[in-house]
């Protein structure tokens, strides 16, 4: 044989489960799950906008994106609670704390940004403006794990979509959440000549390049069926929103590119969720994927 390797006597064999039923058990999640990621992740990416329209001296850019991060997290709170199914589930994680789980962290993470955002917001509306901004400043702070922490969690499972994509999901998230953040800003009125119109554009081309890297990793579930289709759209709404942001002149192309952001962030966490389910019914997409991470035998 070439090269001086041994010929193999048998074919390779072919992987089956029993009666190929899936291996794992794939993930009970509701429309709330995906939608939760995504309020998070508009949160977070707009108290970092609001913080870099503070710094730019934006201040109409700030104070808008400080209340977009309170609406979209007290939106995240009914969608956390209804995943729940009682409130009192959230005081009860924060009895223990546990680094080594990303649940617990995204608790903890979750409690300390939930009363900075809500001061950033409402200080200014009662004439404490310093305040809301120092609150706003760690809102900022707490916002890149508050961004990311939900792709750490999913990707910290057995769903081979998930962690075979272990290294891109958060970053996919946290361009999600920039871009997300700074085309519902345009949407609603920002100045296109502050911080929102970089960072939108900034954003989609990193969610773009991000979402490549988790589908080439993550597996043929980002590529079929209703995932791959979830995915195409997420990235068309991305190219087109930013292509409108970067050229467009009137406000009307600004607002409609800042949608279209906005709605491609959105169909990125339902893409990850819909690949992350199918793979997970998936026999074969579980056990090659366990067989790689296999050591080699010599």
Not at 88 to 113: C, D, E, N, Q
Not at 197 to 226: F, K, L, N, P, Q
Request: glycine fraction near 12%.
């Amino acid at each position: 044989m070439k090269g001086g390797g041994e010929r193999a006597m048998v074919p390779a064999a072919e992987v089956r489960t029993y009666y190929d039923r899936p291996v794992i058990k794939a993930p009970v999640w509701h429309w709330y799950i995906p939608a939760y990621f995504f309020t998070g992740g508009l949160a977070a990416g707009s108290s970092m906008l609001a913080a870099g329209a503070t710094a730019t001296g934006a201040a109409a850019t700030s104070q808008r994106a400080r209340w977009t991060a309170l609406a979209a997290l007290s939106t995240s709170a009914v969608l956390l609670v209804l995943d729940l199914g009682r409130p009192s589930r959230f005081h009860h994680m924060l009895r223990t704390a546990k680094p080594s789980s990303p649940m617990s962290v995204g608790t903890w993470i979750l409690a300390a940004y939930g009363p900075a955002a809500g001061v950033a917001a409402l200080a200014p509306a009662v004439g404490l403006g310093a305040v809301g901004t120092a609150a706003g400043a760690a809102a900022a702070g707490l916002s890149p794990a508050l961004a990311t922490y939900t792709g750490v969690l999913v990707a910290n499972t057995a769903v081979p979509a998930w962690h075979d994509a272990r290294r891109a999901l958060p970053w996919l998230f946290a361009a999600s959440a920039t871009a997300s953040a700074a085309g519902v800003s345009l949407l609603l009125g920002a100045d296109p000549s502050g911080p929102a119109r970089r960072m939108a554009v900034g954003g989609a081309v990193a969610e773009v390049a991000a979402g490549r890297a988790v589908a080439a990793t993550g597996g043929s579930a980002y590529h079929e069926g209703r995932a791959g289709r979830i995915t195409r759209l997420a990235e068309a709404c991305a190219v087109a929103g930013a292509t409108l942001v970067l050229v467009g002149r009137r406000a009307h192309l600004l607002r409609l590119g800042g949608a279209l952001l906005a709605v491609g962030a959105a169909a990125t966490r339902f893409a990850v969720s819909e690949a992350g389910q199918a793979s997970a019914l998936d026999p074969r997409a579980t056990t090659a994927a366990q067989k790689a991470r296999a050591p080699a035998r010599s």
